[in-house]
C-alpha cells in the first residue's frame, strides 16, 4: 500500500509544511519537552522541600510535545506517593515501610491487579483492617481500595492544582491529576514486550533496556468491566511510554498530531470521548512496530496517517485496541455501545474515502486553510491566520510564562511550608535545596538555579530581621545569602535587599539599588509574574519576539518582575506601610480565605514596580530630594492606574493611600482606600486604614 501516485507524496509534503508552520517541528518539539520537564523537576524538588515528598512526571502531550496551540491538550501529572512499596516478588518487601504485593489473579482484568497489604516488620501478610481503606477477600487477603485516591490527592493539588490551573481558564492549561504508588521491578504481565520483534525493529533493545529501568505504577483507578471496581489498580508502564514517545522521529510525530486534529474534528461523534488520544497514540505505535523503518518520512506522510486510521477501524470493528506494552489489556474493552461503534466505524471509513476534502475542513490550527493555499486551491490573503513567526513566539511565550508561574507557584508553597519554622528549620530547607546543585542531574541543575535565588532572598532577609531586631544592623551572613539571591528576575528580590538597606536607614544603598532595578525596567519588555492569583498576564508583542529569540529558560530572570513576597519573620526588614498587610484579615474575614490559594494573606505581598516607586518616595521623602519624591509619587499612582498586569492593586492603592496621608491629602487617601475595598471587600488592610484615618481626623476637629 506504500506505492501510492506522486500526488500523495506532494499531499504529504504539503502536510509537513503546514504542520512545521504550526509549530509540529523538531525545534518546538524539543522547547515544548524541556520546559515541561523542568516543571515536573522543580515540582519534585519543591515537595523535598516542603517534606510532602512526591515525586511528579509530567506525561501525555505536553510532555512529548505532540500538541499544537490549537489541540488545547491538557496537562497530565502522575503523583507518585512517598513511603509506599509496591512489590512482585517477596525478595523486594522492605523493612518499616507500607509494603503492598501486586496481585494478578481469575478475577482481576487484564493490565489491573489488588494490592494486598503486608506487614511493615516481618515479610508477610497482614491480617488486620487498620481503616476503612482495606477490605478482607473470600480468601482472607487485606485488599487495599483504591477510593484511597482523595486521601492522597491532597498533597499533589497543593503543589501543581491551585495556582497552575482552573478547569476552564481561558489561556491556562486543564491539569489532570492521578495518584500513582511506583513498583520498581518491570510488572510481570508486560514481560512479552521484552521479547517481542515487530518488522520495524522498533523499540531497538536499547530503547526497551531503559524503559524497564523505570519499573511501572499503580493508579487508582478500576477497569470499566471488572466486578472489582474499587479494588482495582491500573498497572501503568508510563515512563517507558514517554521514553518510547521521545524516540519517534518528527514524521511520526507529525502522523499522531493529525490523528488527534482528525480525532477531535470527525471521529468523536456529538462531542463524547470515546475514541481517546491514547488509543490513537496505541495504535500509532502498533503500526510503527509493524513496518519498515523508511516509510515514516515526511513524503509519505498522508500514506502513514491513512495506514493507522485503518488500523483504527479495525480496532473499532473488532472492539479491540491491544495496550503497546501490555497487549492483554483492551483498552477498548467496555468502552462503547452498538450504536457508538457503528457511528465511530462509519467516521472511520468516510473519512478514508474522502480524506483529501476532510484533511482540507480541519479547523483546528486552522490546518484545512493553509493546506488549500498550500496546494494553490484557493490565492493567499483570501484567509487570514497567524504566520509561522507569530506562532513560534506564542508558544515559546507560553512555555517561559508556565516556567516563571511555576517557579513563584512552587516559592509561594516553600513559604508556606517556611511561615512558621524556626531559624534551625529554614536553614535545613536551604541545605536540601544545596544537594540538587551539587549531585543533581542537568533538569535539577536548571531547576535549582531558577528556584534557589527566591529562598536564598527569604533565608537572607530572615536573617537581616533577626539582627535589625537586635541591633539594627544587617548581619554579614545575611547579606551574604541576600547577594546570593540577587538575579532571581530583574526585581523582586533587588527590591527586598533595597527594604532591608531602607529598614536600617541606609538610604544611599536603597537608591542605588532602586536606581539600577528601575533601570533594568526600561531595558527589556518585562512581565508581571505573580501565582497568587489566576488571571494569564497581558503580553505585548515586543516581549513574545523576545520570547522567542531566547536560547534557554535562565532569560525569564532578566524579562520578569515576580511579586515581593515577606513572610512575618520578615516583619523587621518591611516598611511599616505594608507591614499591615501581614494583619489584614479579621476573624469574619478568615472564613472567606481558601487554606491553600489564600495563604499569602498572612504576608506582606506587593507587586514589583509599586514597590520600587513607594520606597523610592520614602527615601526621598528622608534625604529631602522633594523633586524626585514627586515624581516618585506621579509614577506610582501612574502604575496603579494604567498596569494592568497588577495582581495586587489593593495592596498598592494601600501605599499609595498613607503616602497621600503623608502629603496631608487625606481625601485622596481615603479615595485610595475606597478604590482598594473596590478591588477586594475582605481580606484587606484598607479597612484598619480607613478606621485610623477617620478617627485622626476626628481628633483633630
Given at each position: 500500500?506504500?506505492?501510492?501516485p506522486?500526488?500523495?507524496?506532494?499531499?504529504?509534503?504539503?502536510?509537513?509544511e503546514?504542520?512545521?508552520?504550526?509549530?509540529?517541528?523538531?525545534?518546538?518539539?524539543?522547547?515544548?519537552?524541556?520546559?515541561?520537564?523542568?516543571?515536573?523537576?522543580?515540582?519534585?524538588?519543591?515537595?523535598?522541600?516542603?517534606?510532602?515528598?512526591?515525586?511528579?512526571?509530567?506525561?501525555?502531550?505536553?510532555?512529548?510535545?505532540?500538541?499544537?496551540?490549537?489541540?488545547?491538550?491538557?496537562?497530565?501529572?502522575?503523583?507518585?506517593?512517598?513511603?509506599?512499596?509496591?512489590i512482585?516478588?517477596?525478595?523486594?518487601?522492605?523493612?518499616?515501610?507500607?509494603n503492598f504485593?501486586m496481585?494478578?489473579?481469575?478475577?482481576?482484568t487484564p493490565?489491573?491487579?489488588?494490592?494486598?497489604?503486608?506487614?511493615?516488620?516481618?515479610?508477610?501478610?497482614?491480617?488486620?483492617?487498620?481503616?476503612?481503606?482495606?477490605?478482607?477477600?473470600?480468601?482472607?487477603?487485606?485488599?487495599?481500595?483504591?477510593?484511597?485516591?482523595?486521601?492522597?490527592?491532597?498533597?499533589?493539588q497543593?503543589?501543581?492544582?491551585?495556582?497552575?490551573?482552573?478547569?476552564?481558564?481561558?489561556?491556562i492549561?486543564?491539569?489532570d491529576?492521578?495518584?500513582?504508588f511506583h513498583?520498581?521491578?518491570?510488572p510481570q504481565?508486560?514481560?512479552?514486550?521484552l521479547?517481542?520483534?515487530?518488522i520495524?525493529?522498533?523499540?531497538?533493545?536499547?530503547?526497551?533496556?531503559?524503559?524497564?529501568?523505570?519499573?511501572c505504577?499503580?493508579?487508582?483507578t478500576?477497569?470499566?468491566?471488572?466486578?472489582?471496581?474499587?479494588?482495582?489498580?491500573?498497572?501503568?508502564?508510563?515512563?517507558?511510554?514517554?521514553?518510547v514517545?521521545?524516540?519517534?522521529n518528527?514524521?511520526q510525530?507529525?502522523?499522531?498530531?493529525?490523528?488527534?486534529?482528525?480525532l477531535?474534528?470527525?471521529?468523536?461523534?456529538?462531542?463524547?470521548i470515546?475514541?481517546?488520544s491514547?488509543?490513537?497514540?496505541?495504535v500509532?505505535?502498533?503500526?510503527?512496530?509493524?513496518?519498515?523503518?523508511q516509510?515514516?518520512?515526511?513524503?509519505?506522510?498522508?500514506t502513514?496517517?491513512?495506514y493507522?486510521?485503518?488500523e483504527?477501524?479495525?480496532c473499532?470493528?473488532?472492539?479491540?485496541?491491544?495496550?503497546?506494552?501490555?497487549?492483554?489489556?483492551?483498552?477498548?474493552?467496555?468502552?462503547?455501545?452498538?450504536?457508538?461503534?457503528?457511528?465511530?466505524?462509519?467516521?472511520?471509513?468516510?473519512?478514508?474515502?474522502n480524506?483529501?476534502?476532510?484533511?482540507?475542513?480541519?479547523?483546528?490550527?486552522?490546518?484545512?486553510h493553509?493546506?488549500?493555499?498550500?496546494l494553490?486551491?484557493?490565492?493567499?490573503?483570501?484567509?487570514?491566520f497567524?504566520?509561522?513567526?507569530?506562532?513560534?513566539?506564542?508558544i515559546?511565550t507560553?512555555?517561559?510564562?508556565?516556567?516563571?508561574?511555576?517557579?513563584?507557584?512552587?516559592?509561594?508553597?516553600?513559604?508556606?511550608?517556611?511561615h512558621?519554622?524556626?531559624?534551625?528549620?529554614?536553614?535545613?530547607?536551604?541545605?536540601?535545596?544545596?544537594?540538587?546543585?551539587?549531585n543533581?542531574?542537568?533538569?535539577e541543575?536548571a531547576?535549582?538555579?531558577?528556584?534557589?535565588?527566591?529562598?536564598?532572598?527569604?533565608?537572607?532577609?530572615?536573617?537581616?530581621?533577626?539582627?535589625?531586631?537586635?541591633?539594627?544592623?544587617?548581619?554579614?551572613?545575611?547579606l551574604?545569602?541576600?547577594?546570593?539571591?540577587?538575579n532571581?528576575?530583574?526585581?523582586?528580590?533587588?527590591?527586598?535587599?533595597?527594604?532591608?538597606?531602607?529598614?536600617?536607614?541606609?538610604?544611599?544603598?536603597a537608591?542605588?539599588?532602586?536606581?539600577?532595578?528601575?533601570?533594568?525596567?526600561y531595558?527589556?519588555?518585562?512581565?508581571?509574574?505573580?501565582?497568587?492569583?489566576k488571571?494569564?498576564?497581558?503580553?505585548?508583542?515586543?516581549?513574545?519576539?523576545l520570547?522567542n529569540?531566547?536560547?534557554?529558560?535562565?532569560?525569564?530572570?532578566?524579562?520578569t518582575?515576580?511579586?515581593?513576597?515577606f513572610?512575618?519573620?520578615e516583619?523587621?526588614?518591611?516598611?511599616?506601610?505594608?507591614q499591615?498587610?501581614m494583619?489584614?484579615?479579621?476573624?469574619?474575614?478568615?472564613?472567606h480565605?481558601?487554606?491553600?490559594?489564600?495563604c499569602?494573606?498572612?504576608?506582606?505581598?506587593?507587586?514589583?514596580?509599586?514597590?520600587?516607586?513607594?520606597?523610592?518616595?520614602?527615601?526621598?521623602?528622608?534625604?529631602?530630594r522633594?523633586?524626585d519624591?514627586?515624581?516618585?509619587?506621579?509614577?506610582?499612582?501612574?502604575?496603579?492606574?494604567?498596569?494592568?498586569?497588577?495582581?495586587?492593586?489593593?495592596?498598592?492603592?494601600?501605599?499609595?493611600?498613607?503616602?497621600?496621608?503623608?502629603?496631608?491629602?487625606?481625601?485622596q487617601?481615603?479615595?485610595?482606600?475606597?478604590?482598594?475595598?473596590?478591588?477586594?471587600?475582605?481580606?484587606?488592610?484598607?479597612?484598619?486604614?480607613?478606621?485610623?484615618?477617620?478617627?485622626?481626623?476626628?481628633?483633630?476637629?
Amino acid at each position: 500500500m506504500f506505492q501510492e501516485p506522486d500526488y500523495r507524496e506532494n499531499l504529504s509534503l504539503m502536510l509537513s509544511e503546514v504542520l512545521d508552520d504550526i509549530g509540529v517541528n523538531e525545534r518546538i518539539v524539543m522547547r515544548r519537552r524541556r520546559g515541561v520537564m523542568l516543571l515536573e523537576t522543580t515540582g519534585t524538588i519543591s515537595s523535598r522541600l516542603t517534606d510532602e515528598n512526591i515525586t511528579f512526571f509530567y506525561l501525555g502531550s505536553q510532555s512529548e510535545g505532540t500538541t499544537t496551540i490549537g489541540l488545547e491538550s491538557d496537562i497530565d501529572i502522575l503523583a507518585c506517593m512517598p513511603k509506599v512499596n509496591i512489590i512482585q516478588d517477596w525478595s523486594e518487601w522492605e523493612h518499616g515501610k507500607l509494603n503492598f504485593l501486586m496481585i494478578l489473579d481469575e478475577n482481576t482484568t487484564p493490565g489491573y491487579c489488588f494490592l494486598q497489604r503486608l506487614r511493615n516488620d516481618v515479610p508477610l501478610p497482614s491480617t488486620v483492617i487498620p481503616d476503612e481503606h482495606y477490605i478482607t477477600d473470600r480468601r482472607g487477603r487485606i485488599l487495599f481500595k483504591n477510593t484511597v485516591i482523595n486521601h492522597f490527592l491532597q498533597g499533589a493539588q497543593q503543589q501543581h492544582g491551585p495556582s497552575i490551573a482552573e478547569q476552564g481558564q481561558p489561556g491556562i492549561c486543564d491539569i489532570d491529576i492521578v495518584t500513582a504508588f511506583h513498583c520498581k521491578s518491570w510488572p510481570q504481565s508486560a514481560s512479552g514486550w521484552l521479547d517481542r520483534q515487530g518488522i520495524g525493529i522498533w523499540p531497538t533493545q536499547d530503547m526497551r533496556r531503559y524503559a524497564t529501568s523505570t519499573g511501572c505504577f499503580v493508579v487508582a483507578t478500576g477497569s470499566k468491566v471488572s466486578e472489582y471496581p474499587e479494588l482495582e489498580w491500573r498497572i501503568s508502564t508510563s515512563m517507558a511510554e514517554r521514553f518510547v514517545m521521545f524516540n519517534l522521529n518528527i514524521t511520526q510525530i507529525r502522523c499522531y498530531v493529525l490523528l488527534k486534529m482528525i480525532l477531535k474534528s470527525f471521529l468523536n461523534p456529538q462531542d463524547e470521548i470515546n475514541i481517546s488520544s491514547f488509543m490513537c497514540k496505541t495504535v500509532l505505535l502498533h503500526c510503527i512496530e509493524n513496518t519498515e523503518s523508511q516509510i515514516w518520512k515526511d513524503n509519505n506522510l498522508y500514506t502513514c496517517v491513512t495506514y493507522c486510521l485503518l488500523e483504527l477501524h479495525s480496532c473499532v470493528q473488532n472492539d479491540r485496541c491491544s495496550h503497546f506494552i501490555i497487549p492483554e489489556n483492551n483498552l477498548m474493552a467496555g468502552q462503547f455501545t452498538a450504536e457508538t461503534k457503528h457511528e465511530l466505524s462509519k467516521n472511520i471509513c468516510d473519512f478514508i474515502q474522502n480524506d483529501r476534502q476532510r484533511l482540507l475542513s480541519i479547523y483546528i490550527d486552522d490546518l484545512g486553510h493553509r493546506l488549500q493555499v498550500k496546494l494553490n486551491r484557493v490565492p493567499h490573503g483570501v484567509y487570514y491566520f497567524p504566520c509561522s513567526l507569530e506562532i513560534y513566539e506564542k508558544i515559546m511565550t507560553s512555555a517561559y510564562i508556565n516556567i516563571a508561574n511555576y517557579i513563584s507557584l512552587q516559592h509561594e508553597l516553600i513559604l508556606k511550608h517556611l511561615h512558621n519554622k524556626n531559624i534551625r528549620t529554614i536553614k535545613q530547607s536551604v541545605g536540601k535545596l544545596m544537594t540538587f546543585s551539587d549531585n543533581g542531574n542537568r533538569l535539577e541543575h536548571a531547576a535549582f538555579k531558577l528556584l534557589a535565588p527566591f529562598l536564598f532572598t527569604t533565608y537572607g532577609s530572615i536573617l537581616a530581621s533577626s539582627s535589625i531586631g537586635e541591633n539594627n544592623q544587617v548581619s554579614p551572613q545575611a547579606l551574604v545569602w541576600l547577594t546570593a539571591g540577587l538575579n532571581s528576575d530583574i526585581s523582586s528580590s533587588r527590591l527586598k535587599l533595597a527594604s532591608v538597606f531602607y529598614s536600617t536607614g541606609d538610604m544611599e544603598k536603597a537608591e542605588q539599588i532602586l536606581r539600577h532595578t528601575e533601570q533594568q525596567y526600561y531595558s527589556y519588555p518585562v512581565l508581571s509574574i505573580c501565582s497568587c492569583h489566576k488571571k494569564p498576564p497581558a503580553v505585548t508583542a515586543e516581549f513574545k519576539r523576545l520570547c522567542n529569540e531566547q536560547q534557554s529558560e535562565d532569560c525569564i530572570k532578566y524579562i520578569t518582575a515576580f511579586c515581593v513576597r515577606f513572610i512575618q519573620r520578615e516583619v523587621n526588614c518591611v516598611p511599616r506601610e505594608l507591614q499591615y498587610e501581614m494583619f489584614r484579615s479579621t476573624q469574619d474575614d478568615m472564613i472567606h480565605r481558601h487554606e491553600i490559594e489564600d495563604c499569602w494573606m498572612d504576608w506582606a505581598v506587593v507587586d514589583s514596580l509599586p514597590f520600587l516607586y513607594f520606597l523610592q518616595y520614602k527615601i526621598y521623602r528622608h534625604l529631602q530630594r522633594h523633586r524626585d519624591q514627586q515624581q516618585a509619587l506621579c509614577k506610582l499612582i501612574r502604575t496603579i492606574n494604567t498596569d494592568e498586569n497588577l495582581r495586587h492593586r489593593e495592596t498598592a492603592l494601600n501605599i499609595l493611600g498613607q503616602c497621600m496621608e503623608q502629603e496631608n491629602r487625606p481625601q485622596q487617601a481615603l479615595k485610595c482606600y475606597m478604590l482598594s475595598l473596590h478591588q477586594r471587600a475582605r481580606n484587606n488592610a484598607a479597612n484598619f486604614h480607613i478606621c485610623k484615618l477617620l478617627s485622626g481626623l476626628l481628633v483633630s476637629q
